[in-house]
């Protein structure tokens, strides 16, 4: 019995990537490495006014006397940001007008990754904005958000239509000198996806943006800046994969969003880039900054992820409370097999008075697999009434895996009420008898459990994103579940 | 960091200027540990706020000042320690009396208890029981992060040796009564070692009081020993002036099917750190650690608990509370470690407390890191207030506010206290916990000073 379920488990958990296929797609490609050379013909290439590349700049002498942290529970291998291509994009970028004008290649590869790249042909009523490698490729149903007054667009489009939103917004939720992967994200980025939603107006479809890394050696750093003003709602979606490689890729990205008054924002990411093979080699190191800045009163900025990919995962989406009664959320399901590792967790901070934040993370590990999660609940003196709920599960599939937390909690009023659980444990024996006393095999049990675990953050997403992001799970664990 | 900050600094100077003196009152085989430690000592430094493990703790408070004072004891110190008496008077015990962290008798260093129990002062151990001292010594305190252990080794001569012989079952508990006195501002260290050997049973009370109302910087290790099938408890009871920092580290090395537990009440104290370290270093070893602090004022309190599985199927339990009033502050660090291998492992922690003011202000880290899959581990934390539908209850049965808010406090305090084995002890913290609560202990019991 004992046997059977771990040679289920293990078959459960070796399922293949999906996604590891490479496009030919003729690129144009600077040489690789990093100087303030690069910085310049980054901002060059993609003609940039002067103000942005000083803000490059500043960055990147910023960056130059930063080193990179190492409080996370990962183990990095060194990164050399010298054999690092900082900018790559597919040739030829017209002003695109229809379909008909995309690189063909390019247009299968969204195919074969089963993202709708034409607007006629899908009913989904999704917005895509497809980045590839570092540069936006096309946006889909930009004409029918427009007439709402929704701008959604590349950030390169952005900066040379809408330079004053993106001068009053951009870095003044992560500022440059955050932390040394934004630091470097904001000298080098090259594109990402930009999108605004005016006073009153409630997005009618859901906007999705789809990374791919593509080329080899090149590292990716989009950046994206969601503005929520007053009384506004939008539901934001994230997908990204990358071609299966030998080498570990860089993607350093960042994302802010803010909200004003009475707005709502749900950011939900399906993160699935290349996680190495089972040996633990290449694979994704996915350092990204997400931060949230709840601005006005009665704003609520919810973040969503699933995180099955890349070799290493270190990630906070965080929420900063700044309005009275604003709302942060935070629901996580992070997978790790293999050889993965994954920090990633959230910071609340709460500052606005009457402010609630609730944090339910999930972890799974599986193989080697390291998984972590951090997390700060911070209530600052004035914030009166604050409240938090945190909750934060670990399952372990395997005797190789690791499962850690690492709460922090830091009240500095007396009327907060902040709680935290963690718990950790495996498949109990007595639940798989359970369903297999019902005539459902260990395998279907096994998928049932670990279904009904990530459960509560699954139910959080958009309805096709959600059963994405369960037959994910099933193969990220695919061989592994025991 | 470049080079070592001013403050440690101070402490490498109190070592050259000392050294000699400290080795001269020791034996050789403690000597032997000193150069080694001072080396890490330098290396390591006083803990900052960079490390993780003191992350919310300021000690530079107590250690940035220039005592007057590193203890060493002279025969006429002794005769004030004989004056000292616990309180407590239906307790009875075999008590030990520290002055300042040396054993303050002249003649008898060594006492034999029924049964073959040894109790008294370290340093005379050494030389009489060295082979079982050297089996223990050293062996337990150890630390990659935190040089205040290193620095204890470095500097420490004297503190309280217990031996308990195989199978022996000590009815009464052991007292040691720690008393801090001086004249001068002073800092001092001492060091002591617990041996319970296999299948004995035994607990022991260390009671701190501080006796003059000068500033005091007191950094204690404690190792202990449980063998086989050994039955340990350690209760701590702190209660020293606003003035006086007291910093604990107790390493506890439990054997195959041993049982202990730790009881951390403070009640009263300046800065206290309790930092206390449970190895589970054997199969089926059980380990339980308490704690509860009450702080007002400008009082910092810091508990910090290493849970080590290091063995499969051991279980642990940690339940730590805290209330603060006034402008104190608090801190929990608590860290669940299940080992590759240590499967069937079943930890938990818990940790509650209590903001009554606005300025109070509580951190607090518990942390899980597990790497074996057949485990049960949990832990929760909540921060918060006396329940509004608790003490609404209360009222409307005709309990007056106050009373009902005295209520909940101590029903909440009593949770931690009521773990205490030793009956007249447990009324006697309850009775403490009670006064503290209600506001009329503004000051340290039995202590002299009004330094409130």
């Known amino acids: ?482 | 960091m470049n080079g070592k900050s001013e403050i440690t600094e101070k402490y490498l100077g109190l070592y050259k200027d000392n050294i000699n003196k400290i080795s001269g009152i020791s034996s050789a085989f403690i000597n032997s540990f000193r150069a080694p430690a001072f080396e890490k000592f330098s290396e390591l430094g006083i803990p900052t706020k960079k490390n993780e493990a003191y992350k919310y703790t300021n000690l530079n408070i107590f250690f940035d000042h220039d005592y007057e004072n590193y203890f060493m004891p002279v025969p006429s110190d002794f005769i004030k320690a004989e004056e000292f008496r616990c309180d407590v008077t239906d307790l009875d015990a075999h008590g030990i009396v520290l002055l300042n962290g040396f054993y303050p008798t002249l003649n008898e260093k060594l006492r034999q208890l029924p049964s073959g129990v040894w109790i008294g002062s370290l340093n005379e151990a050494a030389v009489r029981f060295a082979d079982i001292f050297e089996k223990h010594f050293g062996k337990y305190a150890k630390s990659e992060t935190d040089g205040l252990i290193h620095l204890n080794t470095a500097m420490a001569s004297d503190g309280v040796f217990v031996y308990i012989p195989e199978g022996v079952t000590l009815s009464k508990p052991v007292q040691v009564v720690n008393l801090v006195q001086s004249d001068e501002d002073m800092f001092n260290q001492h060091r002591n070692l617990i041996i319970a050997e296999k299948n004995s049973v035994f607990s022991i009370i260390i009671c701190d009081h501080t006796l003059s109302p000068q500033k005091f910087l007191t950094n204690a290790v404690t190792e202990v020993f449980v063998g086989e099938n050994a039955h340990f408890d350690i209760i701590r009871v702190q209660n020293e002036h606003n003035n006086a920092c007291k910093i604990t580290n107790t390493f506890i090395h439990q054997e195959k099917n041993s049982v202990t537990s730790s009881n951390n009440i403070t009640l009263h104290g300046g800065l206290i750190r309790n930092s206390t370290y449970h190895h589970l270093g054997g199969e089926g070893a059980e380990s339980y650690s308490y704690g509860l602090f009450l702080a007002d004022k400008w009082q910092h309190i810091d508990n910090f608990v290493n849970m080590d599985h290091a063995f499969p199927n051991c279980t642990s339990n940690q339940l730590f509370k805290g209330v603060l009033d006034d402008m104190s502050t608090g801190a929990f660090n608590g860290r669940i470690l299940v080992r590759p291998d240590a499967q069937g492992t079943l930890a938990y922690q818990k940790n509650n407390n209590i903001l009554l003011t606005d300025d109070a202000k509580m951190d607090t880290k518990p942390q899980l890191e597990i790497f074996a899959d057949d485990v049960k581990c949990s832990h929760g934390a909540t921060i918060g207030q006396l329940d509004d539908d608790a003490l609404f209850y209360l009222q409307s049965r005709g309990i007056d506010k106050r009373e009902a808010r005295l209520m909940l406090m101590f029903g909440f305090a009593h949770e931690v206290i009521q773990n205490i084995k030793i009956e007249p002890l447990r009324e006697r913290m309850d009775n403490l916990v009670m006064q503290r609560l209600k506001g009329e202990l503004s000051r340290c019991a039995s202590c002299m000073v009004k330094c409130g």
Not at chain 1, 153 to 164: G, L
Request: proline share 3%; charged share 25%.
């Open chain 1, 1 to 482: 019995m004992e046997k059977d379920q771990d040679k289920i488990l293990s078959d459960v958990t070796t399922g293949e990537y999906k996604y590891g296929f490479y496009s030919d797609i003729e690129m144009d490609r600077i040489p690789k490495g990093l100087s303030e050379e690069v910085v310049r013909i980054i901002s060059a290439k993609k003609k940039e006014p002067e103000w942005l590349l000083d803000f490059r700049l500043k960055s990147y002498r910023h960056w130059l006397t930063m080193k990179m942290p190492t409080w996370a529970n990962l183990k990095i291998a060194p990164i050399n940001y010298q054999e690092i291509i900082f900018y790559a994009a597919p040739k030829e970028r017209k002003n695109l007008n229809n379909v008909d004008d995309i690189d063909p290649e390019l247009k299968k590869t969204f195919d074969k990754l089963g993202i709708p790249l034409e607007e006629q042909k899908h009913l989904a009523g999704v917005a895509v904005d497809a980045v590839i490698d570092s540069v936006s490729v096309k946006t889909t149903f930009k004409e029918t958000l427009a007439e709402m007054g929704i701008i959604f667009c590349s950030f390169s489009d952005a900066v040379k239509e809408y330079p004053d939103l993106v001068k009053r917004y951009m870095g003044s939720v992560v500022p440059y000198t955050d932390n040394f992967f934004a630091t470097l994200n904001s000298a080098v980025f090259s594109d990402g996806s930009f999108c605004y939603i005016p006073k009153g107006v409630r997005c009618p479809m859901e906007l999705s943006t789809y990374f791919r890394i593509n080329s080899a050696n090149t590292g990716q750093f989009e950046r994206t800046l969601l503005i929520a003003d007053e009384e506004s709602y939008v539901s934001y979606l994230e997908g990204c994969t990358a071609p299966s490689r030998d080498e570990n890729q860089l993607h350093a990205a960042i994302v802010e969003i803010v909200a004003e008054k009475n707005a709502e924002v749900k950011y939900s990411t399906v993160q699935n880039w290349y996680p190495g093979d089972k040996e633990g080699k290449g694979g994704v190191f996915n350092f990204v900054t997400k931060r949230g800045m709840c601005k006005g009163e009665n704003s609520k900025i919810s973040w969503t992820q699933i995180e099955t990919g890349s070799a290493i995962t270190w990630k906070y989406p965080s929420c900063i409370l700044r309005g009275d009664n604003s709302t942060g959320e935070f629901y996580s399901v992070a997978v790790t097999n293999n050889y993965q590792q994954a920090d990633t967790g959230t910071k609340m901070t709460h500052i606005g008075k009457n402010t609630k934040s609730t944090i339910v993370s999930k972890g799974i590990s599986a193989g080697h697999g390291q998984n972590s999660y951090r997390g700060l609940v911070k209530v600052l003196k004035n914030a009166s009434n604050a409240r938090n709920y945190s909750q934060c599960d670990s399952l372990l599939l395997g005797d190789k895996c690791g499962a850690h937390t690492f709460p922090y909690l830091e009240v500095d009023n007396q009327t907060a009420i902040v709680e935290h659980e963690a718990t950790t444990s495996k498949i109990g024996e007595d639940q798989i008898f359970y369903c297999n006393q019902r005539g459902i095999s260990t395998e279907d049990a096994i998928g049932l459990i670990v279904n009904g675990y990530a459960r509560e953050v699954i139910n959080k997403l958009p309805m096709e994103f959600a059963v994405e992001a369960q037959k994910l799970l099933q193969i990220s664990l695919e061989g592994s579940v025991g």
